[in-house]
């Protein structure tokens, strides 16, 4: 794990390569890599690196040269097939001279050209230039583990980096909020494609990769998920066997490093598998590592101990005060370069630097919710649209009008549950799960959104590019839409969350569930191995049967309970007032006042609005920090 910039001046701009700039973008991510440092310079061209040395620790320094130094590579992440490949690159005439994985992405580049990316197994983000070829090859992983974002500018030049802040030390471009994606960033905890909410600022989306050559640039998708056609097998018992087997293998290929390694273990049954498998590929011990509130409601210590007993890990705790949760905001937003999506970005850190002290390597069980339906939301929209379709098809389109306006008339104790159904709300995907499980859906957005910033974003819809994704995927059955959905748009901030927050505290994370492979190989299986009745990710507990304790196989996701909401309501109510009603946020004419209030009364009265409130905050400091370059202190 790293972290990369660079930088390719067009030969139109006439610049060349300031060391100070290049140093000044590698250095401002040296939580990514406080191993070692390095940077290439050929004239227009730059290229930086800081390591976080995992394997190869004595060798495998970046950026790294092919012998003869006509192509250069600066690389973030692991391939966990690279000594797989090397044998082949060996017969091809390759002299190693390193046991990293970084030297074999450098001899396929060689030999296979921009088709290199299809052999590798991992998670990545790289840049190679080819100085022969006069090209830059920018590439990503293909489910979006590691992050990299890139300018373009007016005149043809590029700049890359791991992290945004990284792009803004170069002067690539000036912090300003990026309004057309406001909406889509209230509504979905982040921005749903390519932009961010930087202006021109973009990311290089997942299973894509980008070539720069003088001045123009091309980007191509090179893998996507696919869910035809469906797989075909014996029976149940063949899936899950299966299945079992390429997950085995997911998580013995993660525990591939030449430093110390442990898991994030929260007591889910993702966490909890991952440990049931890798305690018996180990010799000693697995280091487990859990986080949790002093509030005895919020935290899950009781089962992540369980799982600990059960397979006899070293296990390690840390308990978090409110107080250390709210001081920590500032800089996790920094770290993140946007307002946290997910109140679980805090908790994140803290387990993230306690694993620091004992770990360079972390498993964890991102993605298993988005591979095999796992969210008790996926279960409720496919009901509500099944449901709303056929009441649709019943009652006429002025009976179903009275219905709507006596559900919204209702008192909100009573009606909020029946306005989030197709009594109030037209039985669609967007009406039904877009909008739906929003965090400011389109109505309180057209509440709370100033009319001069309505007028800014033009009525850009929020759920546009769910729409899009939603579409574009191949899937036949209407649950498999949807998880390729969530795949593209909400994993996505699931997976940089897990990032950021790891490489904050210097740490590697890796993600067994999110293993090409297994990805391709859980998404053509039919819908019934994922979501069977009320049952969420049935093979995987299918799987984990005889391995697993029943209370953890048996027990309902949570996810990671902060109790966010009764802070901001006694010791915490401080950061409502001066963030989302205070003066300074008032005067930046974004949100309307009368909103804002309402909407914060509601919550002070017993309505739980803290994911909204929390965004607000965030979204504050975001923009003190960021774009007024300020340092904003907490307690």
């Not at 909400?490 to 969350?497: P, V």
Request: proline share 4%; with cysteine; charged share 30%.
């Amino acid at each position: 794990m790293c972290g990369i910039n660079g930088i390719a001046y067009s030969p139109a701009s006439g610049r060349r390569i300031d060391e100070s700039v290049l140093c000044a973008m590698r250095d401002v991510i040296s939580h990514r890599g406080p191993d070692a440092k390095g940077a290439y310079i050929n004239e227009n061209i730059g290229l930086g690196h800081r390591r976080l040395s995992i394997v190869d620790v004595e060798h495998g320094a970046q950026p790294m040269a092919s012998r003869g130094g006509q192509v250069q590579l600066v690389y973030n992440g692991e391939i966990y097939n690279h000594a797989e490949l090397r044998p082949d690159l060996e017969s091809k005439g390759h002299r190693y001279r390193t046991t990293s994985d970084t030297e074999t992405i450098l001899y396929l580049y060689q030999e296979f050209g921009f088709e290199c990316v299809e052999k590798l197994r991992g998670m990545f983000a790289f840049a190679i230039w080819d100085d022969g070829g006069r090209q830059l090859f920018l590439a990503r992983d293909r489910v979006g583990i590691k992050p990299l974002y890139y300018v373009l500018d007016g005149q043809g030049s590029l700049f890359f980096a791991s992290e945004i802040k990284a792009l803004i030390a170069a002067g690539a471009v000036r912090p300003e909020i990026n309004f057309d994606v406001l909406p889509d960033q209230m509504a979905n905890h982040g921005t749903s494609h390519e932009q961010t909410l930087f202006c021109n600022v973009k990311r290089l989306m997942p299973g894509h990769f980008l070539v720069w050559r003088d001045g123009n640039v091309r980007i191509k998708k090179y893998w996507d998920i696919s869910f035809e056609p469906k797989t075909e097998r014996a029976n149940d018992a063949a899936f899950v066997a299966e299945w079992l087997a390429e997950f085995k293998r997911s998580v013995e290929m993660r525990l591939m490093a030449d430093v110390p390694l442990g898991m994030f273990l929260s007591g889910g049954i993702d966490s909890s598998a991952i440990c049931a498998l890798m305690s018996r590929m180990v010799d000693e011990p697995i280091k487990t590592f859990s986080v949790g509130f002093k509030d005895r409601e919020a935290n899950e210590f009781k089962y992540a101990r369980t799982v600990s007993k059960a397979f006899e890990t070293e296990h390690h705790e840390v308990s978090l005060t409110p107080r250390e949760f709210i001081q920590e905001l500032p800089k996790l937003i920094w770290h993140e370069d946007k307002p946290l999506g997910f109140t679980a970005s805090v908790p994140l850190y803290f387990v993230s630097k306690l694993a620091a002290d004992h770990v360079k390597v972390v498993l964890t069980g991102e993605g298993s919710d988005e591979l095999m339906a796992g969210y008790g939301r996926y279960r409720k929209a496919l009901q509500l649209l099944e449901y709303g379709a056929k009441y649709e098809e019943l009652l006429p389109a002025s009976l179903r009008k009275v219905v709507k306006t006596g559900v919204e008339a209702l008192p909100r104790q009573f009606g909020g549950k029946l306005n989030r159904t197709f009594l109030s709300r037209t039985a669609n995907i967007e009406g039904l799960f877009f909008d739906n499980f929003s965090v400011f859906p389109k109505s309180l957005q057209e509440e709370i959104l100033s009319h001069d910033t309505k007028a800014k974003i033009a009525d850009r819809d929020p759920y546009r590019d769910l729409k899009m994704w939603f579409g574009n995927s191949d899937a036949k059955e209407l649950l498999d839409k949807i998880l390729y959905t969530d795949s593209k748009t909400y994993l996505q901030e699931l997976l940089m969350k897990q990032d950021k927050m790891s490489m904050a505290a210097s740490i590697e994370s890796r993600v067994p569930f999110l293993d090409h492979k297994l990805v391709e190989l859980t998404s053509r299986m039919p819908v019934s191995m994922k979501l069977r009745g009320r049952t969420t990710k049935w093979i995987l507990r299918e799987a984990m049967k005889g391995l697993l304790p029943a209370v953890i196989l048996d027990r309902p996701k949570m996810g990671f309970p902060v109790p966010i909401d009764k802070w901001l309501r006694t010791d915490h109510r401080h950061l409502v007032d001066e963030f989302v009603l205070g003066e300074r946020t008032l005067k930046r004419g974004i949100f309307e006042k009368e909103a804002l209030q309402k909407l914060s009364e509601r919550h002070m009265n017993g309505e739980n609005n803290a994911d909204k409130l929390f965004f607000l905050i965030n979204f504050e400091i975001w923009q003190r920090q960021t774009l007024e370059n300020e340092t904003v202190e907490l307690s």
